[in-house]
């Protein structure tokens, strides 16, 4: 079989895959299922879309306290964690136990040097587990359009961010669930978030925003 031969076929299961999840989640309404960490995790998910170019984009500095809120299987969850630094924290949450526990064990297998600047959480983006103002930035990869009711979960973001703190927004193209840009900066906008900066392509794009005023209600 030729490299190229089995190129066509990986694609191809790759996207055989996301057009199922789009229908199912179409129907049912439920967020990516535990047995896709895997393939959410995968080194082709990471060849199409950077961790690191995530994270560049986002803005994420050394000493930084950071939400990643919809972990999943840990895709970005490292590349932020290195970014942070031992000064900084990363605080994966996710709605699904089954998540934390892939990223979980790909933390611990991984002789991971900066293993205890991560905190998984579980909990829902409509009641986050944190202080008012308590954190710098916010990042979502490919995970708002999921949220049912999405100002609302912005607003809870909204509210335990710092005052101008950082909402970061990633979106991947071949994602079941995938928003223009100009529809993820009105989302966000609605939810009393200001547009900072915007970078990427069609691709995959990553919108920042600042914290100012209140949420909207």
Not at 116 to 139: I, K, R, W
Not at 200 to 213: A, C, D, I, Q
Request: with cysteine; hydrophobic share 40%; net charge positive.
């Amino acid at each position: 079989m030729s490299m190229l031969t089995l190129a066509i076929i990986i694609v191809g299961v790759f996207l055989g895959i996301m057009v199922w999840y789009r229908l199912d989640h179409k129907l049912r309404s439920r967020p990516a299922p535990p047995w896709l960490g895997w393939l959410l995790r995968s080194s082709f998910r990471q060849f199409l879309q950077s961790p690191h170019s995530v994270v560049r984009r986002s803005g994420i500095r050394p000493g930084t306290k950071v939400l990643e809120l919809g972990c999943g299987s840990g895709c970005f969850t490292m590349e932020a964690s290195m970014a942070v630094g031992e000064e900084g924290r990363v605080y994966a949450v996710d709605l699904q136990k089954g998540m934390l526990r892939h990223l979980q064990r790909r933390l611990a297998g991984n002789g991971y040097c900066h293993l205890e600047n991560v905190e998984l959480v579980q909990a829902g983006a409509y009641c986050l587990p944190f202080d008012h103002g308590s954190l710098d930035m916010t990042l979502l990869v490919t995970v708002l359009p999921e949220i049912p009711d999405r100002v609302r979960a912005l607003g809870e973001v909204h509210r335990v961010l710092r005052p101008g703190g950082i909402l970061a927004v990633t979106e991947f193209l071949p994602d079941p669930d995938y928003p223009l840009r100009s529809t993820t900066i009105r989302t966000c906008e609605r939810a009393g978030f200001v547009l900072d900066s915007s970078e990427g392509n069609l691709w995959s794009y990553t919108v920042r925003f600042r914290k100012h005023g209140e949420p909207a209600g």
